[in-house]
């Protein structure tokens, strides 16, 4: 029986007190609103009184996927295509591989570490047969696995994460029996990161530590190292003996381009190869880049010391899968199969179209900073910001402002999510933050 | 090279059995290979098959693109409705007592049904062997425990009903007894109605959680309504359990990771703590299902003509199957083989449960190139008019080679 009907009879003195009880679930959820950021119901809030709010002007920047300027949707054309070709030639649905198919991990590896032929390093990575690639549940997914790999294997239970970082990166480490602690990393009344400290916090760390780098475009600040930054930054790793775990969850929204975008990658297989780093972990999707969010496509990859390693690597994430979900779905892999694929010539087609989208992004940034009233705050913060959001600096109290007068919904950290912002509301945009600064 | 891994602890894993079989299989030149090894539905022609309502359903769904957005994370209520009406059917469905999460098809809702019932403090299973072997390891995997007993005797090739009343009559109050409602993986063995209702009333009377896999909903009768009896029995009676559904075989969507899991929670004020639990914990595993197989079950489950053709599909399929296994056992009799062999048409939906041995197995893939799974399972779909013969000519030499 479950303890939902043993609760309806607490007069009853026999009531089991070893099971746990449902609101037991409801502790937890509460303890996970405290982690810094807005967890997911919090979001899905805003979107609703959004959705109620009956002012035409109304803004939602609680967002986290691309919008055009009309503020719809899209569906990148180049991806659209490739469904054309899926669904003329699918004649079958049968599973795929426990970690993908092969094509998909060749295109991920070709993609992402060898820069589509142009990076020596990681092209003699992949020769030696050193790089493990698994296909996954998308970027949640892939942090799950690589955090239960973790766990598992490795000899660290530490997981050093920026301060902030994205909500969930803390409830997937922990679920997955990690112990995330932050590292600093930006400095909210500064609008700036916080280098010094970043290091010094990094210094300070038991050595053998995993640490959690975004590659690009950091989720939420926006704000990215340097190159000579990261030379400071893997200098230190290098030092303490910690392993590099790397999200990359926005390849393409710093330049436009993604093979521009994997600077970090390209450090760390040169590394690598140069034997000064034994390891890495990257974790990558293509819901923002590919606009493929609802299809989960995503994939981890570990690079290893051998082509020996890489093969008990290998048989440890199938064995850590099949349990999970057995293997992970194949609408969202085809596509990128099919972009990836030569014979099919899209892959020009797709750089263009996150080009398109990235240019929007970059160009709303501008304009909302040229409409800012710059006497009453310093907003150049914005214009070093890359990727889908703005991080404003604004206070909670500020966005609730917002949200109450100017029906201008966003998340209390002061995250604004650019997509829900376009030509026809960048000025109402402006004008109410300036008047909210003010007060 | 002078670094050591930090990864030295690791060994290399053997790959899943049925893995090894199929890349075996893959390597084989013989132009007379049969593969009846793993759980997928063939066609006539021994090549795949895309169920024609799924073929419509993708046409439909590419005309009217919905694109690629993150949908719910309890998935997409479309889907969730069809899902709960194909399992519990029209009425259950819409009183409000179910819990429903949208997951990454069969072995994710497993998964989530076990996450989920540890939450809620339950970690003792009980399962009947044989049994799909993903069971185990996956109730290990979350840090339960699972004690086994007796589904099946080999000696009646049947289900073993002595063993299941006294491990219902003897387990401790709060444990979870896995049941698979059709077509028993890989036993093909199934509880008649008579017997789900002694396990129903044990079940209530002793304070049992069920956790009925629902993978094969339709390929034991040929009719989905049916093969969900269990599940509606169990509802009616006023029992608390959990469901985790496949569309996989039903619908051919194996790949697309189609599925879902609900809780039943017959007091309808605690179903939003077991819903906010279930989007909770499958938040930090993998946030979204994915969309594309929904939508074409959802399309299929929202057209009455798609709905029409869908149970017109499963009817078919299982059609072939019963005449495969009529064949089959046509042919056995024909060849004197020695050993009873119509459990054959006694089993229900995929597999055959051949009592075959091992060692009759590995001389069935050596010198036959006929590749079952070692445990004797054989898929009956992988079976037609082509090769039935060949393969009883093969299952014919090796009982009498070996026994």
Request: charged share 20%; proline share 4%.
């Amino acid at each position: 029986m479950y303890r939902t009907s043993l609760l309806k009879q607490t007069a009853r003195p026999s009531v089991r007190v070893s099971t746990r009880q449902f609101s037991v679930l409801n502790n937890q959820v509460r303890k996970w609103s405290e982690i810094p950021l807005a967890p997911p119901d919090k979001i899905l809030g805003i979107s609703e009184a959004y959705n109620k709010d009956a002012n035409t002007s109304k803004i939602n920047l609680g967002v986290g996927a691309y919008r055009d300027n009309s503020g719809k949707p899209i569906i990148f054309p180049s991806v659209k295509e490739a469904e054309k070709i899926l669904l003329a030639s699918e004649v079958e649905k049968e599973y795929t591989g426990i970690t993908g198919s092969k094509k998909f991990q060749n295109a991920v590896k070709g993609f992402v570490f060898n820069n589509s032929g142009k990076d020596v390093n990681g092209q003699q990575l992949i020769e030696q047969n050193r790089i493990v690639t698994a296909q996954t549940i998308s970027g949640t997914g892939s942090l799950r696995v690589i955090g239960d790999f973790l766990n598992r294997f490795y000899t660290n239970k530490k997981l050093l994460v920026p301060k902030p970082t994205w909500a969930n990166h803390v409830a997937v480490f922990k679920d997955a029996g990690l112990e995330p602690e932050f590292y600093a990393y930006y400095e909210t009344s500064k609008n700036d990161l916080d280098f010094a400290n970043l290091k010094k916090s990094l210094s300070s760390q038991p050595d053998g530590s995993i640490v959690l780098l975004h590659a690009c475009c950091h989720n939420p600040t926006g704000m990215d190292l340097t190159p000579e930054q990261w030379e400071e930054v893997l200098a230190i790793v290098q030092e303490k003996n910690f392993y590099p775990l790397v999200d990359m969850a926005y390849q393409g929204f710093a330049s436009g381009n993604p093979y521009k975008d994997i600077g970090l990658i390209r450090r760390l297989n040169e590394l690598v190869v140069q034997n000064k780093l034994k390891s890495y972990a990257l974790c990558q999707s293509f819901a923002k880049n590919m606009g493929l969010y609802g299809e989960r496509t995503g994939s981890i990859s570990i690079i290893t010391e051998s082509a020996e390693a890489s093969q008990a690597i290998e048989s440890q994430l199938k064995k850590l899968i099949r349990p999970i979900y057995s293997s992970p779905p194949i609408h969202g892999s085809k596509i990128v199969e099919i972009i990836f694929d030569e014979q099919h010539n899209l892959l020009n087609s797709w750089l263009q179209d996150l080009d398109k989208v990235v240019g929007r992004l970059n160009t709303v940034r501008s304009k909302l900073y040229e409409n800012l009233d710059k006497s009453s705050y310093n907003w150049d913060h914005l214009l070093k910001q890359r990727g889908m959001f703005v991080y404003t600096g604004l206070s909670a109290e500020q966005v609730i402002k917002l949200r109450n007068d100017y029906s201008v919904y966003a998340t209390e950290d002061g995250r604004f999510s650019i997509s829900g912002i376009n030509d026809n509301n960048v000025e109402y945009l402006a004008n109410a933050i300036n008047e909210v600064v003010k007060q | 090279m002078t670094v050591t891994s930090k990864f030295n602890q690791l060994v290399r894993e053997e790959p899943d059995p049925i893995v090894k079989t199929m890349s075996l299989y893959a390597q084989d030149p013989s132009p007379n290979k049969v593969d009846v090894s793993i759980g997928v539905y063939k066609s006539e022609s021994g090549g795949p098959y895309l169920f024609p309502c799924v073929a419509e359903a993708k046409k439909i769904l590419a005309a009217n693109d919905p694109g690629h957005n993150y949908t719910n994370m309890q998935g997409i209520p479309e889907f969730l409705e069809g899902a709960r009406r194909a399992a519990f059917g029209e009425k259950y469905a819409s009183e409000g007592k179910l819990a429903s999460l949208q997951t990454i098809s069969g072995t994710g809702a497993l998964h989530m049904a076990f996450l989920f019932l540890r939450e809620a403090g339950y970690t003792n299973y009980y399962l009947g062997v044989p049994s799909w072997s993903n069971y185990v390891s996956m109730v290990e995997h979350v840090g339960g425990k699972v004690t086994t007993f007796n589904h099946y005797r080999e000696d009646t090739k049947d289900v073993d009903f002595d063993s299941v009343v006294a491990t219902l009559e003897s387990a401790p109050a709060d444990s979870v007894f896995i049941f698979q409602t059709c077509c028993h993986n890989p036993t093909g063995a199934d509880y008649t109605q008579e017997q789900w209702t002694k396990i129903a009333e044990l079940v209530k009377q002793r304070s049992i959680i069920p956790l009925l896999d629902t993978a094969y909903q339709g390929f034991s009768s040929g009719d989905k309504e049916k093969d969900a009896w269990a599940i509606r029995h169990f509802y009616e009676l006023g029992i608390e359990f959990v469901v985790s559904q496949s569309f996989s075989k039903n619908l051919g969507l194996y790949g697309e990771r189609v599925g879902a899991m609900h809780a039943v929670v017959q007091d309808k004020e605690f179903v939003p703590n077991a819903q906010s639990t279930l989007v909770a914990l499958f938040r930090s595993e993998c946030s979204f299902a994915p969309a594309f197989g929904a939508r074409v079950a959802s399309i299929v489950f929202q057209s009455p003509e798609l709905q029409k053709v869908w149970r017109e599909d499963v009817a078919n399929i299982t059609k072939r199957l019963k005449s495969v296994r009529q064949k089959v056992l046509e042919r056995l009799t024909k060849l004197q083989t020695p050993g009873t062999w119509d459990n054959v048409i006694k089993q229900e939906g995929l597999f055959w449960y051949s009592g075959l041995t091992p060692a009759q197995n590995d001389r069935l893939i050596s010198k036959h190139s006929v590749y079952s799974t070692s445990i004797g399972r054989v898929n009956i779909a992988g079976l037609s008019d082509a090769n039935i013969n060949y393969f009883c000519d093969a299952v014919d030499e090796v009982v009498r080679a070996i026994n």
